[in-house]
């Protein structure tokens, strides 16, 4: 088997998850789709990491993983505030940055 | 000598700042002093004529260097004199003549309370009308050349009281802006060729210079001059001109100022020799005017009016003479001083007529004043005689010399021009006569003075009641005497100038001179113009002298009336240039509402629009923003792979 | 070590089994994280994905990143995830249908569209020969990670670290609510029940019928119909109150009926 494949299931997987960020509107969802995304890069660093022969991809997927979970929390602790004062999780009831 | 030349505009222009800073504790002695300074400029004058008659031919320059006005590298403008035999003829006939008429004033002006300020104006023209001829530059000469537009103004509008007098001094502060326009333009086309505006460096370097830009150069010369001049078209100025005081239409509007554009033709002659074309505008522009003006002259029944018709041809004469180039140059500075003789002397009859005849202008009230007023008629006569140039008299010698010059040009051109000329002169014959006739000869058609409402309308030098019978009378001895010595100038200047070619001499220096062949012979020029002459005397006798004058005046023919009107050349302005301005005006204001309000409107409404149905895709949707992004970001991936495709 | 270089650089059958039964299950996955109505079935879907992701790291020769992908994304992430769903309300569904218009079609297009591209993106680049780890894990795996983290990457790792410290810190704010008056005392409570002239004694407890838990069961009246107030309120906004009055009505018809028995037989006797 190539190893190409796994660009493949990166890029599907990418996909997916952009595709899940457009048509769901509760929050949490849409944080599991970003994280999906997050994933799916970092499987494509380390299929290029292979491919290379050299670590860095790793060390980038690595990076990505560390600032991954930093956004998590940030995010999840908005949405618990944002929860907390509209009763409401989806995305299309903070819709006023409009006229 | 030389640092005496800025005293000639020293002395009228302290004058000028004296009286009219002074304050009213001058009035009784301001007259007095203006014509004092007058007399001193004129006397300075002599001086320095005196020893200029001294030197020899080539060596009578005089220059001097008085300060460095706007010192700029590559631009120098210095105040600064140049004082030939050209600038002193002209010094002479401006302070001569000048002083006579300061003199004269001091009557004439007895009653105005206002005399102080006149006195001011007119030693302010002097000073401006000296810098003008004594400039040494081009960029001077413009000062001097605004300076006499700036008194001419102001002394036209004089009785500002007057409505018509107000309207006349802007009609000719306007008119001469245009005028002014081409001086100011030739002056930057000589800065732009030769890097320099004085007049040596300038002349001197004008035969190297392409025929093009010297052609560019002379034509605007020749704008400048017919707005100064009231040569066709900028002539419309003049006649209305006659508003202001009649001193100051003998002394600017006959004898000075407005031959400052001979002047200036004369003294740029290099420029135009080099310019055959420019040269022949201005000659046509001389013929033209020279018919122009005495046909108005012939059809005005004020005697202001006609003798301004009278002056406005003769400076076509001069116009015309100064076109011919080195052959006639002489002739129009030579005309143009016995012209300032005889149209001032004229002017000053005309003046002391209306003393007179309670400032009455019409003609056809005025009728055999020969018996009352003497000494005017006397003087007013021997004016008369040497305008129409009667044998022996000084405009005999200078018109023919000029009509002489212009069949000496040669050519079909020469043939017109000089036919031109000589018809000039039978009219100019024509309409002097009916001036004298109709005044001095005949039946007396005087009428009482006009009622309280016309009488706020008229000179109030005046000093007369309405209702009352004028009772002519001679003028007082202030007045005469100016006359009487303008008349001894009348008679004998053209002689003494031509005899011996005296002038002629005197002037080649500056000017140079070529002699002109002309097709016939100098006498038989001379037997024609007396044959025109006593045809048009003959018909102005026959139409005025013979039958008594209405004193109301007829219909006349399609051409009287309008000549009447200055042969329409008022409507003409009004029809092409102020209906044409506004017109422009009108359509440049549609142009704006339509095109250019139209584009910016256009643009904030299609703009406007357009926000409008944009604002429907920023719907606040977090996710619908996100679609674009993420078509974006295909749309760079698309992008990314075409060009690595290609 | 030879075994991790070996396992590094080839794919053999066996990987390529797993890649192809994994693959399709983490496909499966993140589908059903997308489709799923209810968030935590979506959460407990891309745990699973992420869990088929560790193995490819490891398969990849990742090993340290598959260990750290189980425990940080998986251990700590999602169920940071889970935590919040059960906050949010753990049964609430999502409806599908899509409220703005034209979103579901473009989000369709311009996701195919971009798969399609950046599959053949891929598929043109020439990514044919590829090298293994061989030699990068030459010194060991963990260390020649260690080795190029605090070499190489040493400032960019120090920068995570504040990264991580200043996003604990934000959560906090952001989550942390301040008080801001006083927490009325027991007797302010107690003064404004008297003013307000509500249920001035303690709410009185559910009914206890001595069989299970009845925490969720009213308390019944003296006419035998439930009471509302004795059932805690999140119980009742949830739907979850057990009304047991039927039944207890109707053992107190039957209790009725027997004594009335009783006592008919009782007058019958006398």
Redesign the interface.
């Known amino acids: 088997m190539n190893p190409v494949n796994y660009l493949y299931l990166a890029a599907l997987l990418f996909t997916i998850g952009a595709a899940g960020v457009l048509i769901r509107r509760n929050t949490i969802v849409l944080f599991m789709c970003v994280e999906l995304m997050l994933n799916a890069c970092n499987l494509a660093f380390v299929a290029f990491s292979r491919m290379h022969g050299n670590l860095d991809g790793q060390i980038i997927a690595f990076f990505t993983m560390v600032v991954a979970a930093a956004e998590v929390v940030v995010g999840l602790a908005i949405i618990v505030s944002l929860f907390r004062t509209r009763h409401s999780a989806s995305v299309d009831d903070a819709s006023l940055m409009k006229l | 000598m030389e640092n005496l030349i800025a005293l000639l505009v020293a002395a009228p222009l302290l004058g000028a700042a004296v009286l009219l800073c002074g304050g009213r504790r001058l009035d009784r002695a301001g007259h007095w002093l203006g014509t004092l300074l007058a007399a001193a400029s004129f006397g300075i004058g002599a001086a320095l004529f005196a020893d200029m008659l001294g030197r020899g031919a080539d060596d009578r320059t005089m220059r001097q260097h008085l300060y460095s006005w706007i010192p700029v590298e590559g631009f120098q403008a210095d105040i600064a004199f140049q004082l030939d035999q050209l600038s002193m003829t002209f010094v002479l006939l401006i302070s001569g003549v000048g002083t006579l008429i300061h003199v004269y004033s001091i009557g004439y002006m007895e009653h105005d309370e206002r005399r102080r300020r006149f006195f001011g104006y007119l030693n302010l023209f002097l000073a401006a009308m000296l810098l003008l001829v004594l400039a040494d530059n081009y960029l001077l000469l413009y000062v001097g050349w605004e300076g006499v537009g700036l008194a001419s103004y102001l002394l036209i509008g004089f009785w500002q009281h007057k409505p018509s007098a107000a309207t006349a001094a802007k009609k000719a502060f306007l008119v001469n802006r245009v005028g002014d326009m081409g001086l100011s333009i030739a002056i930057m086309l000589m800065f732009t060729t030769f890097g320099t505006f004085a007049f040596r460096p300038v002349l001197a370097s004008a035969g190297e210079t392409s025929e093009g830009m010297l052609t560019a150069i002379g034509l605007m010369l020749l704008l400048a001059a017919c707005g100064k001049s009231a040569q066709v078209p900028l002539q419309s100025w003049l006649g209305d001109a006659m508003e202001g005081p009649t001193p100051v239409s003998a002394l600017i509007h006959a004898a000075t100022m407005v031959t400052a554009g001979v002047y200036l033709i004369v003294r740029s002659g290099a420029i135009f020799n080099g310019a055959p074309d420019a040269q022949l505008v201005t000659a046509i522009v001389g013929a033209v005017t020279l018919l122009f003006g005495a046909v108005v002259g012939c059809a005005k029944d004020d005697i202001k009016k006609a003798l301004a018709g009278s002056t406005m041809s003769q400076i076509g004469y001069m116009v015309l003479a100064a076109g011919l180039g080195p052959i006639g140059y002489v002739f129009a500075i030579m005309h143009l001083v016995t012209h300032g003789f005889f149209k001032a002397g004229l002017f000053l009859g005309a003046g002391s007529v209306m003393h007179g005849m309670n400032d009455e202008v019409d003609m056809r009230k005025y009728g055999g004043l020969r018996r009352y007023m003497p000494v005017t008629f006397v003087t007013f006569g021997l004016g008369y005689l040497a305008i129409i140039g009667f044998p022996g008299l000084s405009g005999f010698f200078s018109k023919d010399r000029i009509i002489e010059a212009a069949f000496a040009k040669g050519g079909t051109e020469g043939w017109i021009l000089g036919s031109v000329a000589l018809l000039g002169a039978a009219i100019t014959a024509f309409y002097m006569t009916r001036v004298m006739l109709m005044t001095f000869f005949g039946e007396k058609r005087w009428q009482p003075a006009p009622d309280a409402d016309a009488a706020a309308d008229v000179e109030p030098s005046a000093g007369h009641r309405p209702g009352e019978m004028p009772h002519p009378h001679e003028s007082p001895k202030s007045m005469t005497v100016p006359m009487i010595v303008l008349a001894f100038g009348s008679v004998f200047a053209g002689g003494f100038f031509a005899i011996g070619d005296r002038f002629l001499n005197w002037l080649e220096p500056v000017t140079g001179y070529e002699h002109g062949h002309p097709p016939v012979s100098a006498l038989t020029v001379t037997l024609a113009t007396m044959a025109v002459l006593a045809v048009g005397v003959a018909i102005a006798w026959a139409m005025y002298g013979r039958r008594p004058v209405p004193v109301t005046a007829p219909r006349g023919s399609l051409l009287t009336r309008a000549a009447r009107r200055d042969l329409l050349q008022d409507d003409f302005n009004h029809v092409v240039l102020v209906r044409g301005g506004e017109h422009l005006t009108r359509s440049l204001v549609y142009v704006d509402h339509s095109l250019v309000d139209g584009v910016v409107n256009g643009t904030a409404a299609s703009v406007g629009g357009l926000s409008g149905r944009l ?1 429907k895709l ?7 923003y ?2 674009s992004m ?2 974006g ?2 749309i760079l ?2 992008a ?2 075409l060009m ?1 495709a290609v | 070590m030879s075994a991790v270089a070996a396992a590094a650089s080839a794919t053999s059958t066996g990987e390529a089994v797993q890649f192809w039964i994994l693959g399709t299950v983490a496909v499966i996955g993140a589908l059903a994280t997308i489709l799923m109505k209810k968030a935590v079935h979506s959460a407990l879907s891309l745990a699973g994905t992420m869990i088929i992701l560790a193995v490819f790291y490891l398969a990849n020769g990742a090993y340290f990143l598959g260990v750290v992908q189980v425990i940080v994304y998986t251990g700590a992430i999602m169920m940071l995830f889970l935590f919040v769903v059960m906050l949010v309300g753990v049964t609430a569904a999502d409806s599908l249908k899509e409220t703005i218009k034209g979103q579901r079609w473009l989000a369709v297009l311009c996701g195919l569209g971009f798969g399609i591209l950046l599959i053949a993106g891929i598929g043109n680049a020439s990514l044919q020969h590829f090298n293994g780890l061989g030699r990068a894990n030459s010194a060991g795996h963990v260390e020649g990670l260690a080795q190029l983290i605090f070499t190489r990457y040493v400032f960019a790792f120090e920068v995570t670290g504040a990264l991580l410290i200043t996003a604990a810190v934000g959560a906090m704010v952001l989550t942390h609510r301040e008080r801001t008056e006083r927490a009325a005392t027991q007797r302010e409570l107690s003064e404004r029940r008297v003013r307000e002239g509500v249920q001035l004694p303690p709410l009185p407890a559910p009914g206890v019928y001595a069989r299970h838990n009845a925490v969720d069961v009213p308390g019944l009246l003296p006419d035998g119909t439930p009471s509302e107030l004795t059932v805690s309120k999140t119980l009742r906004a949830r739907g979850q109150v057990r009304d047991v009055s039927g039944e207890a009505l109707a053992d107190l018809k039957a209790l009725e009926r027997r004594s009335a028995e009783r006592l008919g037989r009782e007058e019958a006797s006398k």
């Open positions: 604002r920023q719907n606040g949707y977090a996710r619908s996100a679609v993420f078509g970001t295909a991936i698309a990314t792979l690595r």
